[in-house]
């Protein structure tokens, strides 16, 4: 298979944000009279569809749409002080030539105040893509076909790189080549083999073994560097 484009998740792949995204939830729970610590959130949340999250908070007797709402204040606020990158995300964006688009399951407002505002966005041009401009979120298909109808190619053609069973889930079912990613923030125990009963084609831990893995599948390099 000749491969025409690389599909990225965003946070934990684009974004190290996983854990900013737990400390706010942690401080959002704890004032709605919940007190929780960044790891405790983090083990409860990190991972889960929203629906899971919904239905943690439910039963725990929260407001979950105030919690939600205060957590993304927070984390907006942490966003204007710093947006971490995963550590050689940059490099795959310089090495290679050819279409990138991001298919994030995180809502258009979040990808505006984080992902838009980095160094990473001129890469990807108007191909960052919401779950919200699609029918189904993953674990569906949706958002990778969606995606890979906007570069011009079809699902089959494009590799899809994400951290968490969901997106693996998607890029399998919409035909792409899925390849999983433990970041460097990953704490879930045995999570390579959560990705692989996913059905991940490749796992890879770091950016750096990604990049090795498009230097195996024969990912053009940009000319500067062929």
Not at 173 to 182: K, Q, W
């Amino acid at each position: 298979m000749t491969y025409s484009a690389i599909l990225f998740d965003c946070d934990g792949v684009l974004l190290d944000s996983e854990p900013l995204g737990c400390e706010a939830l942690a401080q959002a729970i704890t004032a709605a009279g919940h007190p929780m610590t960044r790891e405790q959130a983090t083990q409860i949340f990190s991972g889960n569809g929203a629906d899971a999250s919904l239905a943690w908070m439910e039963q725990a007797g929260l407001h979950a749409q105030s919690v939600f709402a205060r957590a993304d204040e927070l984390l907006f606020e942490m966003f204007d002080h710093a947006i971490p990158l995963i550590p050689g995300i940059e490099q795959i964006m310089r090495d290679f030539d050819l279409p990138m688009a991001v298919c994030s399951n995180s809502n258009l407002r979040r990808l505006d105040r984080s992902l838009v505002r980095t160094s990473l966005a001129a890469r990807f041009g108007p191909h960052i893509y919401s779950a919200e401009q699609v029918a189904r979120a993953k674990p569906a298909p949706d958002l990778a076909i969606f995606a890979a109808g906007r570069l011009g190619i079809r699902p089959e053609q494009a590799i899809f790189i994400d951290d968490n069973p969901h997106g693996i889930l998607c890029a399998r079912e919409a035909g792409c080549l899925a390849v999983g990613f433990i970041g460097p923030s990953e704490h879930r125990a045995n999570h390579a083999d959560v990705l692989a009963a996913a059905g991940a084609d490749h796992i890879v831990y770091g950016m750096a073994d990604f990049h090795a893995l498009l230097r195996d599948l024969s990912i053009p390099l940009c000319k500067k560097l062929a």
